[in-house]
Protein backbone atom coordinates (compact mmCIF):
# COMPACT_ATOMS: atom_id res chain seq x y z
CA UNK A 1 0.00 0.00 0.00
CA UNK A 2 3.30 2.34 0.61
CA UNK A 3 4.39 1.84 -2.91
CA UNK A 4 4.06 5.36 -4.68
CA UNK A 5 3.57 4.20 -8.06
CA UNK A 6 -0.27 5.40 -8.74
CA UNK A 7 -1.44 2.10 -10.61
CA UNK A 8 -0.26 0.05 -8.21
CA UNK A 9 -1.95 2.27 -5.39
CA UNK A 10 -5.59 2.01 -7.70
CA UNK A 11 -4.73 -1.89 -8.27
CA UNK A 12 -4.75 -2.23 -4.08
CA UNK A 13 -7.96 -0.21 -3.50
CA UNK A 14 -9.69 -2.24 -6.10
CA UNK A 15 -8.82 -5.35 -4.60
CA UNK A 16 -9.91 -4.12 -1.39
CA UNK A 17 -13.03 -2.54 -2.90
CA UNK A 18 -13.94 -6.26 -4.26
CA UNK A 19 -12.96 -8.16 -0.50
CA UNK A 20 -15.63 -5.15 0.92
CA UNK A 21 -15.65 -5.85 4.88
CA UNK A 22 -13.58 -8.74 4.85
CA UNK A 23 -10.60 -6.47 4.14
CA UNK A 24 -11.23 -4.74 7.41
CA UNK A 25 -9.17 -6.66 10.06
CA UNK A 26 -6.34 -6.87 7.95
CA UNK A 27 -6.58 -3.34 7.12
CA UNK A 28 -6.90 -2.18 10.50
CA UNK A 29 -3.84 -4.58 11.45
CA UNK A 30 -2.08 -3.19 9.06
CA UNK A 31 -2.59 -0.26 10.28
CA UNK A 32 -1.76 -0.52 14.60
CA UNK A 33 1.71 -1.12 12.53
CA UNK A 34 2.19 2.10 10.26
CA UNK A 35 4.42 5.02 11.68
CA UNK A 36 3.81 7.61 9.06
CA UNK A 37 0.38 9.69 10.13
CA UNK A 38 -0.43 10.50 6.66
CA UNK A 39 -0.32 6.76 5.46
CA UNK A 40 -2.03 5.67 9.10
CA UNK A 41 -4.60 8.61 8.08
CA UNK A 42 -5.28 6.97 4.15
CA UNK A 43 -5.49 2.81 5.97
CA UNK A 44 -8.53 4.86 8.02
CA UNK A 45 -10.35 6.35 5.04
CA UNK A 46 -9.99 3.17 3.10
CA UNK A 47 -11.28 1.21 6.50
CA UNK A 48 -13.85 3.77 6.12
CA UNK A 49 -15.26 3.65 2.86
CA UNK A 50 -15.42 -0.35 3.20
CA UNK A 51 -17.64 0.16 6.73
CA UNK A 52 -19.76 3.34 6.35
CA UNK A 53 -22.69 2.07 4.66
CA UNK A 54 -23.43 -0.62 6.95
CA UNK A 55 -22.60 1.54 9.24
CA UNK A 56 -25.31 3.98 8.09
CA UNK A 57 -27.52 0.53 7.53
CA UNK A 58 -27.39 -0.98 11.02
CA UNK A 59 -27.82 3.45 12.33
CA UNK A 60 -31.54 3.31 10.49
CA UNK A 61 -32.72 0.15 11.94
CA UNK A 62 -31.34 0.54 15.09
CA UNK A 63 -33.52 4.26 14.92
CA UNK A 64 -36.16 2.52 13.20
CA UNK A 65 -36.65 0.38 16.25
CA UNK A 66 -37.12 3.30 18.70
CA UNK A 67 -34.64 5.14 20.81
CA UNK A 68 -37.14 4.99 23.85
CA UNK A 69 -35.10 4.57 26.74
CA UNK A 70 -31.32 4.97 28.14
CA UNK A 71 -30.39 1.26 26.81
CA UNK A 72 -31.62 2.21 23.77
CA UNK A 73 -29.41 5.36 23.92
CA UNK A 74 -26.22 3.17 25.40
CA UNK A 75 -26.60 0.84 22.08
CA UNK A 76 -26.86 4.02 19.55
CA UNK A 77 -23.74 5.75 21.58
CA UNK A 78 -21.75 2.38 21.06
CA UNK A 79 -23.08 2.65 17.04
CA UNK A 80 -22.27 5.87 16.52
CA UNK A 81 -18.55 5.07 18.22
CA UNK A 82 -18.27 3.02 14.75
CA UNK A 83 -17.82 5.66 13.17
CA UNK A 84 -14.63 6.50 14.33
CA UNK A 85 -13.44 2.87 15.12
CA UNK A 86 -15.39 0.38 12.72
CA UNK A 87 -14.60 -2.93 14.46
CA UNK A 88 -15.82 -1.94 17.74
CA UNK A 89 -18.14 -4.62 19.83
CA UNK A 90 -20.08 -2.10 21.51
CA UNK A 91 -20.97 -5.25 23.89
CA UNK A 92 -17.12 -4.75 25.23
CA UNK A 93 -17.96 -1.25 26.80
CA UNK A 94 -21.09 -2.10 27.69
CA UNK A 95 -19.91 -4.79 30.12
CA UNK A 96 -17.09 -2.15 31.16
CA UNK A 97 -19.92 -0.20 32.44
CA UNK A 98 -21.82 -3.23 34.17
CA UNK A 99 -18.80 -3.51 35.72
CA UNK A 100 -18.53 -0.24 37.35
CA UNK A 101 -21.76 -0.13 38.15
CA UNK A 102 -21.08 -3.44 40.33
CA UNK A 103 -17.64 -1.60 41.79
CA UNK A 104 -20.20 1.35 43.04
CA UNK A 105 -23.02 -0.28 43.93
CA UNK A 106 -22.30 -1.99 47.34
CA UNK A 107 -21.33 1.93 48.60
CA UNK A 108 -24.43 3.52 47.47
CA UNK A 109 -27.41 0.47 47.70
CA UNK A 110 -28.04 0.59 51.90
CA UNK A 111 -28.28 3.17 53.85
CA UNK A 112 -27.49 6.30 52.53
CA UNK A 113 -30.36 9.08 51.72
CA UNK A 114 -30.86 9.93 47.92
CA UNK A 115 -28.42 13.26 48.07
CA UNK A 116 -25.30 10.67 49.72
CA UNK A 117 -26.33 7.96 46.81
CA UNK A 118 -25.99 10.69 44.26
CA UNK A 119 -22.77 12.38 45.38
CA UNK A 120 -21.22 8.97 45.98
CA UNK A 121 -22.26 7.85 42.42
CA UNK A 122 -20.58 11.70 41.14
CA UNK A 123 -17.96 10.89 43.70
CA UNK A 124 -16.96 7.34 42.20
CA UNK A 125 -16.82 8.60 38.36
CA UNK A 126 -15.34 12.03 38.30
CA UNK A 127 -12.61 10.72 41.48
CA UNK A 128 -12.44 7.25 42.07
CA UNK A 129 -12.50 6.24 37.39
CA UNK A 130 -10.78 10.06 36.95
CA UNK A 131 -13.23 10.88 34.60
CA UNK A 132 -13.13 14.27 33.84
CA UNK A 133 -13.23 17.22 30.59
CA UNK A 134 -10.48 17.93 28.02
CA UNK A 135 -9.17 20.73 28.68
CA UNK A 136 -6.21 20.13 26.16
CA UNK A 137 -7.82 19.08 23.15
CA UNK A 138 -12.23 19.76 23.74
CA UNK A 139 -12.44 19.37 20.09
CA UNK A 140 -10.52 15.91 19.77
CA UNK A 141 -13.20 13.78 17.85
CA UNK A 142 -12.40 10.98 20.43
CA UNK A 143 -14.01 13.48 22.98
CA UNK A 144 -17.08 12.46 21.07
CA UNK A 145 -16.99 8.57 20.99
CA UNK A 146 -17.95 7.11 23.89
CA UNK A 147 -15.39 3.97 23.93
CA UNK A 148 -12.98 6.18 23.47
CA UNK A 149 -13.75 8.48 26.81
CA UNK A 150 -14.24 5.22 28.52
CA UNK A 151 -10.65 4.15 27.65
CA UNK A 152 -9.32 7.59 27.70
CA UNK A 153 -11.44 8.92 30.77
CA UNK A 154 -11.69 12.11 29.02
CA UNK A 155 -15.04 13.91 27.11
CA UNK A 156 -17.06 16.61 26.51
CA UNK A 157 -19.92 17.70 29.03
CA UNK A 158 -22.30 15.42 27.22
CA UNK A 159 -20.16 12.16 26.58
CA UNK A 160 -19.04 12.81 30.47
CA UNK A 161 -22.91 13.16 31.22
CA UNK A 162 -23.71 9.70 29.39
CA UNK A 163 -21.00 7.83 31.53
CA UNK A 164 -22.68 8.96 34.71
CA UNK A 165 -26.40 8.20 33.28
CA UNK A 166 -25.51 4.88 32.34
CA UNK A 167 -24.12 3.97 35.03
CA UNK A 168 -27.35 5.66 36.72
CA UNK A 169 -29.63 3.31 34.86
CA UNK A 170 -28.06 0.24 36.05
CA UNK A 171 -28.15 1.70 39.67
CA UNK A 172 -31.86 2.85 39.46
CA UNK A 173 -31.03 6.56 39.91
CA UNK A 174 -32.71 9.42 39.03
CA UNK A 175 -30.10 10.79 36.54
CA UNK A 176 -31.07 13.48 33.41
CA UNK A 177 -29.14 15.04 30.38
CA UNK A 178 -30.52 18.75 30.35
CA UNK A 179 -29.73 20.24 26.62
CA UNK A 180 -28.60 23.20 27.81
CA UNK A 181 -26.94 25.86 25.08
CA UNK A 182 -22.81 25.77 24.79
CA UNK A 183 -22.64 23.58 27.53
CA UNK A 184 -24.93 19.90 28.65
CA UNK A 185 -25.53 19.67 31.62
CA UNK A 186 -26.59 16.93 34.37
CA UNK A 187 -29.56 16.62 36.42
CA UNK A 188 -30.69 14.82 39.84
CA UNK A 189 -34.05 14.56 40.22
CA UNK A 190 -35.75 12.85 43.71
CA UNK A 191 -39.21 13.18 45.26
CA UNK A 192 -37.30 15.80 47.56
CA UNK A 193 -35.33 17.76 45.15
CA UNK A 194 -33.52 18.83 41.86
CA UNK A 195 -30.03 19.16 41.81
CA UNK A 196 -28.11 20.62 38.74
CA UNK A 197 -24.63 19.18 38.06
CA UNK A 198 -21.84 20.22 35.74
CA UNK A 199 -19.99 16.87 34.31
CA UNK A 200 -17.05 19.44 32.98
CA UNK A 201 -16.36 20.88 36.66
CA UNK A 202 -15.74 17.21 37.91
CA UNK A 203 -19.51 16.78 38.91
CA UNK A 204 -19.83 19.90 40.71
CA UNK A 205 -23.36 21.28 42.01
CA UNK A 206 -24.53 24.42 40.16
CA UNK A 207 -27.12 26.89 40.34
CA UNK A 208 -29.70 27.86 37.91
CA UNK A 209 -28.07 31.29 38.64
CA UNK A 210 -25.11 30.32 37.88
CA UNK A 211 -26.32 28.85 34.50
CA UNK A 212 -28.18 31.86 33.49
CA UNK A 213 -24.84 33.90 34.19
CA UNK A 214 -22.83 31.46 32.25
CA UNK A 215 -25.41 31.95 29.27
CA UNK A 216 -26.05 35.87 29.07
CA UNK A 217 -21.71 35.84 29.34
CA UNK A 218 -22.03 33.89 25.96
CA UNK A 219 -24.22 36.14 24.16
CA UNK A 220 -27.67 33.60 24.88
CA UNK A 221 -30.59 34.91 26.05
CA UNK A 222 -31.65 32.24 29.14
CA UNK A 223 -34.87 30.68 28.07
CA UNK A 224 -37.07 28.17 30.35
CA UNK A 225 -36.71 25.48 27.55
CA UNK A 226 -32.96 25.97 27.92
CA UNK A 227 -33.50 23.55 31.00
CA UNK A 228 -35.95 21.02 30.00
CA UNK A 229 -34.80 17.26 30.48
CA UNK A 230 -33.52 15.80 27.19
CA UNK A 231 -35.20 13.43 25.56
CA UNK A 232 -32.79 10.08 24.70
CA UNK A 233 -33.05 10.88 20.91
CA UNK A 234 -32.05 14.74 21.37
CA UNK A 235 -29.08 13.65 23.25
CA UNK A 236 -27.84 11.33 20.82
CA UNK A 237 -28.39 14.06 17.80
CA UNK A 238 -26.63 16.51 19.78
CA UNK A 239 -23.80 13.68 19.98
CA UNK A 240 -23.72 13.79 16.36
CA UNK A 241 -23.76 17.36 16.10
CA UNK A 242 -20.78 17.86 18.10
CA UNK A 243 -18.62 14.89 16.11
CA UNK A 244 -19.48 17.34 12.67
CA UNK A 245 -18.32 20.18 14.53
CA UNK A 246 -15.12 18.75 15.18
CA UNK A 247 -14.27 16.79 11.91
CA UNK A 248 -14.75 20.55 10.40
CA UNK A 249 -12.07 21.85 12.30
CA UNK A 250 -10.34 18.99 11.21
CA UNK A 251 -10.76 19.99 7.47
CA UNK A 252 -12.59 16.63 6.60
CA UNK A 253 -14.99 17.16 4.35
CA UNK A 254 -15.97 13.36 3.72
CA UNK A 255 -16.28 12.62 7.64
CA UNK A 256 -18.65 15.50 7.44
CA UNK A 257 -20.29 14.60 4.41
CA UNK A 258 -21.48 11.26 5.92
CA UNK A 259 -22.18 12.08 9.50
CA UNK A 260 -24.29 14.14 7.94
CA UNK A 261 -26.06 11.22 6.48
CA UNK A 262 -26.39 9.63 10.96
CA UNK A 263 -27.84 13.31 11.26
CA UNK A 264 -30.43 13.28 8.62
CA UNK A 265 -31.78 9.57 9.71
CA UNK A 266 -31.56 10.69 13.63
CA UNK A 267 -33.40 14.29 12.81
CA UNK A 268 -36.05 11.78 10.84
CA UNK A 269 -36.77 10.17 14.74
CA UNK A 270 -36.83 13.59 16.57
CA UNK A 271 -40.61 13.51 17.16
Known amino acids: MDDPDPFIQESVQSRFDELGENAVPILDEYRLEIKNPKE ?10 LTFETLRSDFYELLEGGIKNRKHLE ?3 FTLARFGNPTLRGSDYSQKLDHFAEMVEPTIRYRLDERRKMKQLVKFVFE ?6 DTDDYHNPHNCFMDQVINRRRGLPITLSMVVMFLARRLEMPFFGVNMPIHFMLN ?13 DNGAIVTYDQCYFFLKKNN ?8 RIASDIEILIRCIRNLIHS ?3 KEEPERVEDLNKLLAIAEMYDV
Open 188 to 200: YISDKEEVLIDPY
Open 40 to 49: KKRVGRIIHQ
Open 220 to 227: IEPKPDHF
Open 128 to 133: DLNFSG
Open 75 to 77: TAA
Open 247 to 249: YER
